[in-house]
């Protein structure tokens, strides 16, 4: 759980693999744009600032959390080193919130499992929009960034591999 007023996204960038030679794919949700879109430009920020060209880095959008499965499984197809699947996912009054997170975490897992590409797991499931904003941008940083930094070591160990 994250600490009142502690930013989770600061990194020693020095303890970063160079990520110059890699290409990402960026699979964003529409829905909770105004999340997703702060989500989406802290991994492209942390991402140029460890060495990644723009050109290497590859985004669709998908309509939802739900589509971020597919929208990750055809990305695989693109020939990068990892994928970011960005989305958010708010608590409402119907059991349609516990169906798409268990989903949406079950099939980037099984991604995970059955593929060689890694996908890193960048969707809120928050209570509230408040929740949200402080986790794309506000007071406990942007996920986004780490889910860049994740996506970079993760290709390392690919490569590695």
Not at 69 to 74: D, I, Q, R, T
Not at 77 to 101: L, P, W
Not at 107 to 119: C, F, H, S
Not at 153 to 160: F, I, S, V
Request: net charge neutral; aromatic share 8%; with cysteine.
């Amino acid at each position: 759980m994250a600490t009142a007023n502690k930013n989770l996204s600061q990194y020693d960038k020095a303890t970063i693999p160079d990520a110059s030679k890699f290409r990402f794919g960026i699979v964003v949700s529409e829905w909770n744009d105004s999340i997703t879109e702060n989500l989406y430009q802290g991994a492209y920020d942390a991402l140029i600032e460890n060495g990644v060209l723009p050109s290497n880095i590859i985004r669709w959008n998908v309509p939802g959390s739900f589509e971020l499965v597919y929208g990750c499984k055809k990305m695989q197809d693109r020939m990068v080193n990892a994928i970011i699947a960005i989305g958010s996912v708010i608590q409402g009054e119907t059991k349609h919130f516990d169906f798409v997170c268990e989903a949406v975490s079950q099939g980037i897992k099984d991604l995970n499992v059955k593929g060689e590409t890694p996908v890193i797991f960048c969707v809120l499931t928050d209570n509230t929009l408040q929740q949200a904003k402080d986790r794309a941008g506000g007071k406990h940083g942007n996920k986004g960034t780490e889910a860049a930094i994740a996506a970079i070591k993760m290709a390392e160990l690919r490569k590695n591999s």
